[in-house]
């Protein structure tokens, strides 16, 4: 008999289980499915502004010479979505590959694909880094509330969110991605938090953000 394989956990675990969140397994994580109703998430976050911890989304650094990254980038402007990962240029010499939140896509498999004999460095950061989305219509301001500066959609920037280091990826309309170390999940968390508490933010979990992703797609 195979023994059993606990699922993985966040850096914001223990935050989430202290806000209410239920948690549930979904692909080897154990992520907060809910936080007590996904119709109420889903109405909030339409109508104002959601927050959802997104950790379990694959992580990959890219580093090398700017002549090698550009060999492998789907575009060495700017982001680009290539099936179920964003490739998010950085730097001349440094890449972030994030798994799109909400997809299902291998995208290791992927990387090392458009990597292989490029002399491309490649890591897998997925457990050293924390992710949320912030999602709705109030988005934005949370963000600018928390210290984000505009972001067009499409775009990303490095930022200071709350005195953390943070990749911000605005990937739809109203929809942002934020990428910080996990050893940060905490403070981000409450970061945002504070900021969005007097727009009306509400904490969503994975099924609601699932829900709304879908739909905008």
Known sequence: M?????PRQGPLDEV???AGAHMAERAGWLVAADFGSLASEVAVTRSR?????VSSIPKFELRGEETELGTVLPDPCGPARVRDAWWCPLSPSLTLVLGAP???GDVGLQVEARCEGS???VADVTDSRVAVCVVGRAASE???RAGARDLPAGGVRSESIGGIPTVVLHFGELHWLLVAPAADAAELWLALSAAGAPL???YVGLDALQ???VARD
Do not use: C, Q
Request: glycine share 14%; aromatic share 0%; net charge neutral.
């Open 16 to 18: 989430l289980r202290k």
């Open 49 to 53: 502004a959601g927050l959802a911890d």
């Open 211 to 213: 829900h709304l992703l």
């Open 119 to 121: 002399g491309v460095r």
């Open 200 to 202: 009306g933010l509400a």
């Open 102 to 104: 909400g997809a299902n």
């Open 2 to 6: 195979e023994a059993s394989v606990e």
């Open 142 to 144: 949370v963000l600018t």
